[in-house]
């Protein structure tokens, strides 16, 4: 996405900012060579990665803290099993997209945990970095689950977080 002004104090997927959440991140994590993101979810699925794979690709640390199903008991590794299962059903994806994601997500740089004390559903970024600001990280609280509409295309409103007060207590 071409745009046609810096990143102001808002991002709501390109409906009146011209950012994207997704192309925020990505051109945030891309102009700083040691940058870590932490994210916390209400909702994940394939499509946030495939969106930031590039992003993701150089991350030095990816830490994801996501909700569990208010109805059932959340298993992660079952979620995107079933996931992983719909998509190869529909002809989506080839077997080696899938093992490229499945080798991605058990590198040790990658941490991804279930809040299990109740039921979250904030959504939260948190990009680290020397250089990715003054205060050397970037937030992002608003409405966008880690999912490839969230990141996308998805009438989301997310506050972008610089100063460092802001970013501390984020953190």
Not at 19 to 36: E, F, V
């Amino acid at each position: 996405m071409a745009h046609q002004r810096p990143l102001g104090d808002l991002v709501d997927n390109g409906r009146v900012t011209q950012w994207r959440l997704g192309d925020a991140i990505a051109y945030l994590l891309g102009n700083c060579p040691r940058a870590s993101l932490s994210v916390v979810t209400a909702y994940l699925n394939l499509g946030a990665f495939k969106v930031l794979e590039r992003a993701l690709s150089k991350v030095t640390r990816l830490r994801i803290l996501v909700g569990k199903e208010q109805e059932q008991p959340f298993v992660l590794t079952n979620k995107l099993f079933e996931e992983v299962q719909q998509t190869l059903s529909r002809g989506e994806e080839r077997p080696q997209e899938i093992q490229k994601w499945e080798s991605f997500l058990k590198q040790d740089k990658v941490e991804i945990k279930v809040y299990s004390k109740g039921f979250l559903h904030g959504k939260a970024y948190l990009l680290e970095g020397e250089g990715i600001s003054p205060a050397g990280a970037v937030g992002f609280v608003g409405s966008s689950n880690f999912t490839g509409a969230g990141l996308t295309t998805n009438s989301e409103l997310i506050a972008v977080l610089m100063q460092h007060s802001a970013v501390s207590e984020l953190r």
